[in-house]
C-alpha cells in the first residue's frame, strides 16, 4: 500500500470517529463503567473506613457475581419485550432504559446505608441489585452495538466503548475516592455523610446513559428474528427464570443454619477457618446451582415450561460449541477461560484494602492507582493489540498471562517497602501494562470461539465463565490475608498463574485461530 492510499485511509478513519453511533458508544461506555468500582475498590475503601473487617469486606465482591451469571438472563433480555416502554422506545432501548434507572435507584439506596450502624445485609443486597442491574445494562449495550451498525463501524464502536468504559471506571474510581476525601472522611476520621454524597454523585453521572438513551435511535436491524411472540410461551419464560432464582437464593437463605455448624465442625477438625470457611461456601453454591435445575427440571415436567423452549435458548448454543472444537479441545478451552484472569481478580478484590493498609491515603491512590493505572492499562491495550498482529494472539495472551502473574510479585515487594510512591508508581506501571496486554488477547480469543449465530448468548457464557471461579475465589481473599499475610498471599496468586501458562500452551498445539497471524 502506498503512502497516498495511507494517508486516504487515515483520514477516512478520522472521520468515522465523529460518526454518531460511534459518539453513541462513548457515552453508553461511560454508563458502563460506572457501577464496577461501586462494587469492588471504592465500596471497599467505604466498608473499611467504617470499620468492616477485611475479610467481611471481600465477601462484597460477590455482589458483582451477576456478570458472571448474566447469561442466565440474557436470552430473557435479548428476546421479551417490556410492556409499554418497548412500544414507545423499542426493544433494545426499553431495555437499556429499564436497566440504568435500576443502577441509578441501586447506587442511590447504597449512598442511604451506614455500614457502620446499618445492618450490613441492606447493603449487600443493595449492592447484589446493582450488580444484576449493571449486568443487564452490559448485556443490551452489546445487543445494540452488533445490531446498530454495519461491520466497517463495529471495530471503531468496541474501542470507543472501552474508552468509555474506561473513564466510567475513572469517575468511579478515582473520582469517589477524591469525593469521599474532598467531604471529610478518611480512615481514621470516619464521616458517613462523605460517602452518601460521593455515592449521589455517582448516581447522577447515570443520568448521561439515560440521556443517550432517549436521543438515540432503535436498530433498524436487530440479528435475533426467532422471537418469543406468543404470550404464553413469553410468560412461561418469565416464571421459570423467576423460580429458578428464587430456588437459587431460597436455597441459600435456608442453608444458612447449616452452613453454619458445618464451618464450626469443620474448623475444629481442620484447624483452619478459612479452609472450612471456603470448604463449605463452595458446597453451598453447587447445591444451590443444583436446586435452580431441579426447579427447572420440575417447570418442564409440570408442562409449565416447554423443552423446546429451554433447548433454543440455552442449549443449542453450548452444543453447537462443543461440535465445533470437539469433546476434549472445548473443555480445554473452557478451562483456559474459567482460569485466565484468575491472578489479575484474586489481587484486585483486596488491593485498594492493601493500599490503605500501607498507609497511602485516599487522594494517592485516587492519582497514581487510578488515574495513572487507567493510563497505563490504555497504553497496554494499544501495545497489546500490535503484539498480536505482530506475533499472533495465542502468543500475546501467553505473554500477557506471564506479566500478569510475575508483577504480583512486585506487590510482595511493595508490601515489605511500605509507605513508598515511587514503589507504587513502578508497580502500578508494571500491573496495568499487563493487563492491558492480556485483556486486548483475551478479548480477540474469545471472540474468535464464538459462532455468529450464536454470538449474543455464546460470548454471555464466554465473559461470565472468565470471571465465575475468580470471584468466588477473591471473595476469601481477605481471610487468606488474614490467615497467612500478605507477601504469602501474593506468591499465591503468582503461583496460581502457572496452570494459565499450561493450558494456554495446550491450547495453542490444538487450536488455530481464525485470524492468528
Not at 406468543?230 to 437463605?253: D, E, R, T
Not at 505482530?390 to 509507605?419: C, E, I, K, P
Amino acid at each position: 500500500m502506498n503512502q497516498e492510499n495511507l494517508q486516504t485511509n487515515w483520514r477516512s478513519t478520522l472521520r468515522l470517529l465523529s460518526h454518531p453511533r460511534v459518539l453513541t458508544m462513548l457515552f453508553l461506555g461511560i454508563s458502563a463503567g460506572t457501577p464496577l468500582l461501586l462494587i469492588f475498590s471504592s465500596l471497599s475503601l467505604w466498608l473499611r473506613e467504617a470499620g468492616i473487617e477485611r475479610s467481611a469486606v471481600t465477601y462484597f465482591s460477590w455482589a458483582a457475581l451477576g456478570y458472571s451469571f448474566k447469561f442466565v438472563w440474557a436470552p430473557l433480555v435479548d428476546q421479551l419485550p417490556l410492556p409499554l416502554l418497548s412500544k414507545l422506545l423499542g426493544r433494545r432501548r426499553a431495555w437499556l432504559l429499564l436497566s440504568q434507572l435500576m443502577v441509578t435507584l441501586s447506587i442511590s439506596a447504597m449512598a442511604y446505608i451506614d455500614p457502620a450502624s446499618d445492618s450490613l445485609n441492606m447493603m449487600a443486597w443493595a449492592a447484589v441489585c446493582l450488580g444484576f442491574s449493571s449486568a443487564t445494562q452490559d448485556i443490551v449495550i452489546d445487543a445494540y452495538r452488533i445490531e446498530s451498525a454495519d461491520i466497517n463501524l463495529q471495530a471503531l464502536m468496541s474501542s470507543s466503548y472501552i474508552a468509555g468504559y474506561r473513564i466510567g471506571m475513572l469517575l468511579a474510581g478515582a473520582g469517589s475516592l477524591f469525593l469521599a476525601s474532598y467531604f471529610g472522611s478518611d480512615f481514621t476520621h470516619y464521616r458517613y455523610q462523605a460517602w452518601q454524597w460521593t455515592y449521589l454523585i455517582m448516581a447522577s453521572i447515570m443520568l448521561l446513559g439515560i440521556t443517550t438513551t432517549l436521543v438515540i435511535t432503535e436498530p433498524s436491524t436487530q440479528i435475533n428474528t426467532d422471537k418469543l411472540l406468543n404470550k404464553k410461551q413469553q410468560l412461561s419464560f418469565i416464571f421459570l427464570f423467576i423460580i429458578s432464582i428464587s430456588g437459587f437464593i431460597a436455597c441459600f437463605h435456608y442453608s444458612t443454619p447449616l452452613a453454619q455448624s458445618g464451618k464450626a465442625y469443620l474448623s475444629t477438625l481442620l484447624a483452619n477457618t478459612n479452609l472450612a470457611s471456603f470448604i463449605v461456601e463452595l458446597c453451598r453454591l453447587s447445591l444451590a446451582i443444583i436446586a435452580t435445575a431441579i426447579v427447572a427440571k420440575l417447570s418442564i415436567a409440570l408442562g409449565v415450561t416447554q423443552q423446546q423452549l429451554i433447548e433454543k435458548t440455552y442449549l443449542l448454543p453450548i452444543r453447537d460449541f462443543f461440535q465445533r472444537f470437539g469433546w476434549s479441545l472445548a473443555w480445554l478451552l473452557l478451562a483456559l477461560i474459567g482460569l485466565y484472569r484468575i491472578s489479575d481478580i484474586l489481587l484486585g478484590v483486596i488491593s485498594n484494602v492493601f493500599y490503605q493498609d500501607l498507609g497511602f491515603t485516599k487522594p494517592e491512590i485516587a492519582s497514581v492507582v487510578k488515574s495513572f493505572g487507567l493510563l497505563m492499562t490504555i497504553i497496554g491495550g494499544i501495545l497489546g493489540g500490535f503484539l498480536a498482529v505482530r506475533f499472533g494472539v495465542m502468543r500475546t495472551l501467553f505473554l500477557g498471562a506471564l506479566l500478569s502473574a510475575l508483577t504480583n510479585l512486585l506487590f510482595m515487594l511493595l508490601s515489605q517497602t511500605g509507605h513508598d510512591m515511587t514503589m507504587l508508581v513502578i508497580v502500578i506501571s508494571a500491573d496495568n501494562l499487563s493487563a492491558g496486554i492480556a485483556s486486548t488477547a483475551f478479548i480477540a480469543f474469545l471472540s474468535s470461539l464464538t459462532n455468529i449465530s450464536f454470538t449474543a448468548v455464546q460470548y454471555a457464557i464466554f465473559s461470565s465463565l472468565m470471571t465465575l471461579l475468580p470471584k468466588i475465589l477473591g471473595g476469601y481473599s481477605g481471610s487468606v490475608v488474614e490467615a497467612v499475610g500478605y507477601s504469602e498471599f501474593f506468591i499465591i496468586t503468582t503461583l496460581s498463574g502457572i496452570p494459565v501458562l499450561l493450558l494456554i500452551i495446550l491450547a495453542s498445539r490444538r487450536f488455530k485461530l481464525a485470524h492468528q497471524v
